[in-house]
């Protein structure tokens, strides 16, 4: 079972889905981490959705001389960049407040201090105008991010690779959702900003690894392959970044480092693609429909994204990745989310909270968790 998005109060309220669908309009808002971002998504009856508007305000340059994300300034940030973005994601899609059916908003997880800044510009506007919220998981907005462009029908398999998060699940609706796999230390977008610092290349780290890795070999280096003797689908990246930390040291030249980042990259698709591979093999199994979705930032490598689709493609799937402007963080996926909970009744109290954990697959990640708990809850 997915996590629960709504609080018993007002799912016990939530108006049942129509039988006849309806057009749907729903203002989205992500901060989740360093990005400010809004958006207007409309869904149609059939299911088709219009993107009217994605705006987003992004942060690098004030976290790059920090070499990544400080927590402080995104939230503060967020605060100073959330009321203009909303406003130019309404002025662009030329819907004003009054056309809208909802407001959806990132309630977690991510950095609880931006969360918390979306979430309550979203309770603010659903106060005002008298339109329901919609508190929206941010994984479960990347989870629906490839349909964004594209039909994708459920159920899928999905591999949900953004920067703090590397997963495998079976989608079967929205927040229906089961854990087949995940990183048991760090994520694969971890691995690559962090891999990236200790080569020099700033922040962030994974588009310029892969820009420098175009000009790399990365049969020169032999890089540790990790749980190789482990059943499942779960990940593991920390003994590949410790290696490639202790090799980036003895790089002496320009080349030396573009190989060494071929050499992650390649390193990092290989292990994406077995994990992913078990997990098709076995969704086969109880499927027809075999569709493998993408998702995350690291959705944006093309090497991850030409091995992950070969290896699909053997194997008798279809293989969808959103376009690169929905793999990062943004909105619209947001958007989405809360329009498809919206189509099943699914609305939230307006004292929801922020959650700086919010596993997918709830119910998976309490009873078997990856890591302990702890104080924020179940990570995954």
């Known amino acids: 079972m997915g996590a629960d998005y709504s609080s018993e109060a007002a799912a016990a309220t939530a108006a049942p889905k129509t039988s006849q669908p309806r057009v749907l309009t729903v203002l989205g808002l992500e901060t989740s981490c360093d990005e400010t971002a809004a ?6 009856p059939d299911g088709t959705v219009h993107v009217l508007s994605s705006v987003v305000h992004s942060q690098i340059a004030e976290h790059a001389p920090f070499g990544g994300v400080v927590p402080e300034i995104a939230a503060r940030s967020h605060v100073e960049a959330i009321a203009g973005t ?7 899609s030329g819907v004003d407040f009054n056309g809208l059916d909802a407001v ?23 106060l005002a105008r008298g339109i329901p919220l919609i508190a929206v998981n941010h994984l479960e907005g990347h989870a629906v991010s ?5 039909p994708a029908p459920y159920p899928f398999l999905l591999l949900l690779v953004s920067g703090g998060h590397c997963q495998l699940m079976e989608v079967r609706g929205i927040g229906d959702m089961t ?3 995940a ?4 994520a694969a977008g971890e691995a690559f900003d962090k891999i990236a610092k200790t080569l020099g290349l700033g922040y962030p780290g994974g588009p310029a690894l892969e820009k420098l890795a175009a000009s790399g070999d990365g049969a020169r280096f032999e890089l540790p392959r990790a749980l190789l003797g482990r059943k499942g689908c779960d990940f593991s990246f920390s003994g590949l970044k410790t290696a490639a930390a202790r090799l980036a040291a003895t790089c002496e030249t320009d080349q030396d480092r573009a190989d060494l980042a071929d050499a992650v990259q390649k390193a990092i698709a290989r292990q994406l ?5 078990r997990a098709m093999d076995d969704y086969a199994t109880r499927h027809d429909h075999r569709l493998l979705v993408v998702a995350g930032g690291v959705a944006a490598n093309r090497t991850v994204r030409a091995e992950l689709e070969r290896a699909a493609t053997a194997r008798g799937f279809e293989f969808l990745a959103p376009p690169l402007a929905y793999c990062t963080d943004n909105a619209a996926m947001i958007a989405l989310a809360g329009a498809e909970r919206l189509a099943l009744g699914l609305v939230s109290d307006i004292d929801v909270a922020a959650r700086p954990r919010w596993p997918l697959d709830e119910a998976t990640a309490l009873a078997d968790p990856l890591y302990k708990t702890g104080r924020k809850g179940a990570k995954a």
Request: avoid cysteine; glycine fraction near 14%; proline fraction near 2%.
């Open 146 to 150: 490839a349909r964004l462009a594209a």
């Open 104 to 126: 959806a908003a990132t309630a977690g997880p991510g950095l609880v201090g931006g969360v918390m800044v979306g979430l309550s510009f979203g309770k603010a506007v659903a």
């Open 183 to 186: 990183t048991i230390d760090d």
């Open 179 to 181: 854990r087949l796999g």
């Open 86 to 92: 909303a406003r130019r994601a309404i002025e662009e």
């Open 273 to 277: 693609t077995e994990r992913s591979t």
């Open 39 to 44: 958006s207007v998504v409309r869904q149609m």
